[in-house]
């Protein structure tokens, strides 16, 4: 290669499809920020704001028809057959819809609120529920926006008419295709590339020639020597993997190199060979150390031998091995400040799927994402993958490092908007960093997740809502002090509730990661535990919440050590790609499906505040057999609560 040393090499980041659309996912916004620190020309690019607008085109919208058009009338759905018949209203839309969404136009609100300006497909339906839950209403959002919520109505609406898009684009082109995932079936936990391999050797379809296009153009624009496809999770591998193989078609000879979150959880012990066709070398963990190593390697300053956490595939034998040249890793205070320079900011889609207000900050608003430290200080949840670099390896930056790096960013991108990325912030480097905004008489808005221990007194939830805090996450998980202990979370339910009004009271939102099906958590332990839920919304402690089904992972004490946790593990198949998720077997014996969709139910409701006053066994009409009555008292919450004085 043409270079003269590392610093002559040209680093391409790529975020691929699909992960946000609100807002760049960091990582490539770490790495070139990284990059630019120590000298060297590195440029991102995020394909998958640009499949997503370049699919949202009246080019792609009249592509689209053609292929509705050509479906065989056994493969025709009810969305399909309306965009065929609505074609002519969606061609005519589109580009408006998306400069709205963009921030551009915002006196087209009026004329999306209106009900008479967008084609109304399946996804509109959700309100045909609103309207049944307010039937006195004679708007079904009047519950939700009033006469004022004009903008965010019409947000609410847009995405909707989005979400059909996507529908059709799955119907008719692709059934693996979301807009914040692609075809993760083909990774999560899948211990064979034979899926994978087979969908990258079929023809190219509308979704992949747009990416094709779109990789082609990006490769032109910044020529690289060196292309790095960070994949966070299972639904952006085989977009990640069309682009390499369009990379290995136009340009042989540019280094293409796999990393992220999904690489880091699911590939520790890869050895298929065949990913290498389309990769040069998979790095794992935190990408500073590793990147070095290759750009050296690649600029003929370092041998092969010294990659450091890197699989590679082996010339002569075929086989795929692992290289980790023993370094340090850089540390955290020297990782420099995330930039979005070359990011097309003002093209993020601000959408509105759920209309909690809590919940929207996912997918609404552009946020500048920062990490206040590195792993997670507490790292004892028996449900986290505890053994892991991105867990285990805790160190946090100096608030003044920390606030410098906000200046830089407020400064670069003309936004104070912070997500805090952290698995755990911790109490005492954000009341810091508080302290540091304060005597700066630096202004941002934030949020962030935490740990809902009890450090974070009211005194320091007002300190940091003055410091800008206006949103809280934590993991509350099963809601019940057996399993809290069994899972070494190391707060209670009652700790918990005095946490979380403690922030609510300083008028941060609060939203809990909410669990169910852990080992052991019988019906009773979920019925309790809704009762729980249903009393922290009741009392104002928490505006919103997610259950999830529990997972084991291999990484994870309970899986390393089911018998602890009363479970026997099924055996994992042979294979030799991903490896994350194991099945197991609880004598317990619970119906955790049937649970899970009476608890998500009552969340839904809890969140748009209804169905309050319900006894918590009337959402679990799926579970067979009877519903065991809470054992916990009504007013358990209130009266703990009381006894704070709170």
Not at 466 to 477: D, M, T
């Amino acid at each position: 290669m043409a270079t003269t040393g590392v610093k002559a090499l040209r680093v391409l980041s790529v975020i691929p499809p699909m992960t946000q659309l609100n807002t760049p996912y960091p990582s490539t916004a770490y790495l070139t920020g990284f990059l630019r620190s120590r000298g060297i020309q590195a440029v991102q690019e995020d394909l998958a704001l640009a499949l997503v607008l370049r699919l949202l085109s009246a080019e792609s919208l009249a592509a689209l028809h053609e292929r509705v058009q050509a479906l065989p009338a056994a493969r025709q759905t009810a969305q399909t057959r309306h965009f065929a018949a609505e074609y002519p209203r969606y061609a005519a839309t589109v580009a408006r819809t998306v400069a709205y969404l963009q921030g551009e136009d915002p006196t087209l609100a009026h004329r999306i609120a209106s009900r008479g300006f967008l084609p109304e497909g399946e996804r509109f339906r959700s309100l045909e529920v609103y309207g049944e839950l307010y039937p006195e209403e004679a708007d079904p959002l009047g519950w939700a926006f009033g006469a004022l919520g004009l903008q965010d109505r019409a947000r609410h609406l847009a995405t909707l008419y989005l979400n059909d898009l996507a529908d059709v684009l799955r119907d008719a082109v692709d059934g693996r295709f979301e807009f914040v995932r692609y075809a993760e079936q083909l990774a999560t936990s899948q211990p064979h590339f034979d899926p994978l391999a087979e969908a990258l050797a079929a023809p190219r379809h509308l979704i992949d020639e747009t990416l094709h296009a779109l990789t082609l153009e990006a490769l032109a624009r910044h020529e690289p020597h060196v292309v790095l496809l960070s994949v966070p999770f299972p639904g952006a591998v085989y977009a990640a993997l069309r682009i390499a193989q369009t990379i290995k078609q136009a340009r042989p000879q540019t280094t293409v190199a796999l990393g992220g979150g999904f690489v880091n959880t699911e590939l520790r012990e890869l050895a298929e060979p065949r990913l290498f066709d389309y990769v040069d070398v998979v790095t794992l963990d935190a990408g500073e150390r590793p990147l070095l190593a290759l750009l050296e390697r690649v600029a003929g300053e370092r041998s092969a031998e010294r990659l450091v956490r890197s699989f590679v595939r082996d010339k002569a034998t075929g086989h795929v091995r692992y290289v980790n040249w023993p370094e340090p890793d850089l540390p955290f205070d020297e990782t420099g400040t995330p930039t979005w320079d070359g990011l097309p900011l003002g093209q993020y889609l601000s959408l509105l799927d759920m209309l909690n207000p809590m919940n929207r900050l996912w997918s609404d608003g552009r946020w500048n994402k920062l990490t206040v430290a590195q792993g997670c200080y507490w790292k004892k949840c028996s449900f986290c993958d505890v053994t892991l670099d991105y867990i285990s390896r805790y160190e946090a930056a100096s608030a003044a490092v920390l606030v410098d790096r906000i200046e830089r960013i407020v400064d670069e991108t003309g936004q104070t908007g912070f997500h805090f990325v952290d698995e755990a912030a911790p109490p005492k480097a954000l009341r810091a960093l508080a302290d540091e905004l304060e005597r700066r008489g630096v202004e941002i808005s934030w949020w962030g997740n935490v740990r809902f221990e009890k450090t974070f007194t009211p005194q320091l939830a007002e300190q940091l809502a003055a410091s800008g805090c206006i949103a809280i996450s934590g993991g509350l998980e099963v809601a019940s002090d057996r399993l809290l202990t069994l899972m070494k979370k190391g707060v209670s339910v009652e700790q918990v509730a005095r946490v979380t009004k403690g922030f609510a009271d300083a008028g941060v939102m609060v939203h809990a990661y909410l669990m169910y099906g852990f080992p052991t958590q019988t019906v009773q332990d979920t019925v309790d535990a809704l009762e729980y839920v249903r009393q922290l919304f009741e009392n104002g402690c928490i505006h919103s919440g997610f259950f999830h089904r529990f997972a084991c992972t291999v990484h994870s004490p309970v899986g390393q050590q089911p018998g602890n946790y009363g479970i026997t593990l099924m055996p994992l198949p042979e294979g030799r790609f991903a490896k994350n998720d194991v099945g197991f077997v609880d004598p317990t014996g619970a119906d955790h499906d049937a649970l899970g969709r009476g608890l998500k139910k009552a969340i839904y409701n809890y969140m748009h505040g209804i169905g309050m006053e319900e006894d918590v066994r009337a959402w679990f009409t799926d579970v067979k057999g009877k519903i065991p009555r809470p054992t916990v008292p009504r007013q358990r919450i209130a009266r703990a609560l009381e006894a704070a004085g709170l």
